[in-house]
């Protein structure tokens, strides 16, 4: 039979690489195999995932980044889940190494993902400066067309310092839940390199004041702001909402959710952060989305008289849900809520 | 109008509004030598009709959203990939030249989602793959990435 040429084989190799990158990460593995040409294209593949379990991965991965350095090999996806149990700085220091690789090699999409869960691990390397993102952050994921740099650094007071630039990068989600406090410091960033910044999704047991004012008040860009809190204790966004905080001056902002799971039973602090919310939604006409997940309040029935009081000529507010999921005794009659305001649900 | 001639010196005339999705072209354009006939020594005629029929249909991409349009163009898509593996490199390589972006990620994933499941046996008989490597290169392969060539059982058939 005449072939008028074999036809995988005129394939150049940047094209079995698009090929590749259309497929798994394990189905490109495996097509390495069928010959030099597609194994060349494997070893120069744009994604890189890797699961670490065992102290030998460690060497595996290593070998392959600092080849993908070496020979300058752009890195378009970089995901690392680390799985393994070591806590020693050697480790931490060559993460580190490997993320700054990625970063160097023009990474555009970058998951780090810890579940080691071990404390002291993070402990361990608080002194190392290169991105410094697993030290406490544990979870980073962002996109963006041309990520630069991001620097998420930790220092010994549990800091985040988000520091220099991010401007490229469009969805940011830090999930430090078990970390004591998640904190920003101004100094270190100009809002405006913010402006790319469409949604922050934040959850850790406190949120410091400046992060959220400066979050809230300064981009024009943000739309999505998620903000859970498993603090104990003060809840610290009623301080900063009762105090200074002006979110009106977020303009861009069109969901809001505030989740928390901690019974605080401050109920004139939850009136006062919801006035404000609704003051807020009333000048901001594209809000749609107010959502307060409040598990475990304690609720009493000044709460929803108080809720009573809120003007009723606001015409802005798309949907409201409250939930509860602690409710004893609710009056019912008391209940005469604000048209526009859904009646509660509660969840148990 | 623009006129496109293929390796087999055939000429097509395309609309500018059409061509100029291929990013090559759109710069010849920009820096004025697309005055003539725009040879394209890569390309035989047969794939360039239907680079073509894709340009044309995809002139108007944007507008598609707002007109609801979106749903025939993706049908178009399904259409267009329906072809052998050798058309299907033909068409990639000249999307790679002339640089249609759209046109390169529609066929390398078609290219990708037939690959899938699929034994190596099975895609090297596909793809006519010479196979250069020698067995101890494989082997040594497979032991780098073990974890690669485990798994269920694939797909052993050439469809």
Known sequence: ?348 | MVKLKSNDDKEFEVEEAAVIQSEMIKNMIEDGCATSVIPLPNIDSKTLIKVIEYLNKHINMGKAAETGEEDDLKEFDEQFVNMGWEELFDVIMAANYLNIHELMELCCQSAADRLKNKSVRAVREMLKITNDLTEEEEQEIINDAPWAFEGPEIDDTVN
């Open chain 1, 1 to 348: 039979m005449y072939w008028r040429r074999a036809t995988a084989d005129i394939l150049p190799e940047c094209l079995v690489q698009k090929i590749l990158s259309c497929l798994s990460f394990q189905e490109a593995a495996q097509m390495s195999i069928l010959s030099k040409t597609w194994l060349q294209a494997w070893l120069a593949h744009a994604n890189l995932e890797f699961r670490v379990h065992r102290c030998n991965d460690f060497e595996t991965v290593d070998k392959v980044l600092v080849r993908y350095r070496d020979r300058k090999i752009p890195i378009d996806e970089f995901k690392f889940w680390n799985f393994s149990d070591f806590n020693s700085s050697q480790i931490s220091a060559l993460i580190h190494k490997w993320l700054g690789i990625a970063h160097q090699n023009c990474v555009k999409y970058l998951l780090y993902r810890d579940l080691s869960f071990s404390r002291s691990f993070y402990e361990e390397h608080k002194g190392v400066d290169v991105i410094r993102a697993p030290a406490h952050v544990v979870s980073i994921e962002y996109k963006g067309d041309k990520v630069p740099e991001l620097k998420i650094a930790t220092d010994q007071s549990n800091r985040l310092n988000n520091s220099k630039t991010i401007p490229h990068c469009s969805n940011l989600i830090l999930n430090a839940e078990w970390f004591s406090k998640l904190s920003y410091s101004s100094e270190e960033l100009e809002f405006v390199e913010y402006e790319n910044l469409k949604s922050l999704e934040a959850s850790c047991k406190r949120i410091s004041d400046g992060l959220i004012k400066h979050l809230i008040s300064t981009p024009h860009f943000l739309e999505s702001l998620v903000l859970v809190t498993v603090a104990s204790g003060k809840f610290n966004i009623f301080t900063v909402a009762s105090g200074k905080f002006n979110i009106c001056r977020c303009r861009s902002l069109r969901v809001l959710k505030i989740k928390s799971y901690q019974n605080i039973g401050l109920s004139d602090v939850l009136f006062r952060i919801l006035n404000l919310h609704l003051k807020f939604a009333e000048e901001s006409s594209k809000l749609n989305n107010f959502i307060r997940d409040t598990r475990g309040y304690n609720l009493n029935d000044v709460w929803f008289c108080g809720l009573r009081k809120f003007p009723s000529n606001s015409t802005s507010w798309r949907q409201v849900s409250l939930v509860f999921s602690k409710c004893n005794e609710i009056n019912m009659k008391h209940l005469q809520l604000y048209h526009r305001v859904a009646t509660p649900k509660w969840t148990f």
